[in-house]
């Protein structure tokens, strides 16, 4: 059976389960009811290969939000996108040179309301390994492939805490080569975690 096939079948299962955890988040615990969310879509590209990775980017450290941190290739939904996909597969395009049509599409996952006004669509898709990826670099500053599997075994995954608006707020980190993965992403990436299989027990 092909990656494609095999993670297809795990989102559909994963998706299909009734016995969700509690703490998989899909909404930052610091969002205000009053927030006004705007459509946005981060591609999850995966690897083809017999150790499938996973492709993240370093935001700029020029831009005014998340200046520096790893984040999956993504932004909002613009007027000119068919859908979230769309989104998703324009945006790899502009920040890292990724073609759409190396894209074969999965599926989406759970959706991740942020307090900074965003209701993003994480969408899976395989594409082949090696491409000549290139930084966009008024948009992010470099790109680097983590092994899938590390990004999603829960040991690697730590449970840390904040303290915002004189409340404790929870939130994941990932440490992988000198890279921090954390908030969204980190989020984002517990999520899928447990939807591929990759976690069946409470973190």
């Known amino acids: ?15 299909r389960r009734t016995d969700t955890p509690d703490w998989i988040q899909t909404v930052d615990p610091r969002i205000e009811g009053s927030v006004v969310l705007a459509p946005a879509a981060v591609l999850v590209a995966i690897t083809d290969r017999a150790n ?9 450290s020029r831009l005014r939000k998340h200046a520096g941190q790893v984040a999956f290739p993504g932004g909002k939904v613009d007027d000119g996108d068919a859908d979230e996909i769309a989104a998703a597969l324009r945006e790899a395009e502009e920040e890292i040179g990724l073609a759409p049509h190396h894209a074969q599409i ?10 900074t006004g965003f209701d993003i669509i994480p969408v ?15 948009e992010v500053d470099d790109w680097f ?4 599997a590390f990004a999603l075994d829960p040991a690697n995954r ?16 990932i440490d992988w080569q000198k890279r921090r993965i954390w ?4 989020a984002i990436l517990a999520n899928l975690s447990w939807r591929l299989g990759y976690d069946r027990s409470p973190a």
Not at 124 to 136: F, G, K, R, S, Y
Not at 158 to 173: C, F, N, S, V
């Open 1 to 15: 059976m092909t990656l494609a096939r095999r993670l297809r079948a795990a989102l559909e299962e994963g998706h």
């Open 52 to 60: 499938p990775g996973l492709i993240l980017t370093q935001r700029s």
């Open 106 to 115: 999965i599926g989406t996952s759970d959706r991740y309301s942020t307090f």
């Open 124 to 138: 899976l898709a395989v594409i082949p390994p090696d491409l000549p990826l290139q930084a966009q670099l008024d």
């Open 145 to 148: 492939e983590v092994p899938l």
């Open 158 to 173: 730590t449970r840390k805490e904040l303290e915002w608006d004189g409340a404790a707020r929870h939130y994941y980190e």
């Open 183 to 186: 908030g969204i992403t980190a």
